[in-house]
């Protein structure tokens, strides 16, 4: 295995670290959250915590657009760590590089030291396209709402649901629209420019109020080992 795939794999191996509640897409109603237990989690010293390139899973560097995610992801929780204006985290582009796996990493660090009293359902990643279809239905409305006001949100894989009626993308603007200046990390197969073509207000917000936004342009992992 050369050089180029060892990088890679590391970035595509899972974290194992426990599991992060969700409900969505998997056919079970929301829990309610342990706000007692949330409290406790309130933003503390992480002096003690080092942010490393390792923390990523990238200790190697044989691509540059993976090398220029990763910093991406370690100004995001830098800023975090101290105490700056919270900020959004945009990876985009090519699929199978990798982008959901360091957008976990960054949750599961940052979010236990998150404040959740003032939430109503349990934190946890969320995959765009399942909750999109839940709201299609009818369902998980007041969920969606408690979204607006998390200390931290994981949104995944955006804009790669089917939206003939335009219902996801004026969704999720509204999300986007009460988490200005709340920190939040979103993923998605497609560029800035396919992104504003789905809906430019979306666009124009990644790449304003000091977000962080990243394009990953390079060969997916599944085709590089082939």
Partial sequence: MTLLNQTIGRVLTDV???PVPSHIGTGKAPEPSG???DAARAPGNLKNDPVTLDTYGLNLFADPALEAMVRACREFERRFRAGAAPCWLALLGTSDTGKTHVAERIWRRLAP???WSDVTYSRAKIFWPALIG???DGESRAFYRDLMRWPLLLLDDIGSERDNSGFAAEQLYTLLG??????TILTSNRTLNQIA???VRVANRFIRDGNLLCEVKTIGYSTRIK
Avoid at 178 to 183: D, G, K, Q, S
């Fill in 197 to 199: 073509a789905l809906d």
């Fill in 35 to 37: 706000t007692a237990q």
């Fill in 16 to 18: 194992q670290q426990a």
């Fill in 178 to 183: 009460c988490r200005a200046r709340r920190w």
């Fill in 113 to 115: 030291r998150c404040g």
């Fill in 134 to 136: 839940e709201l299609r």
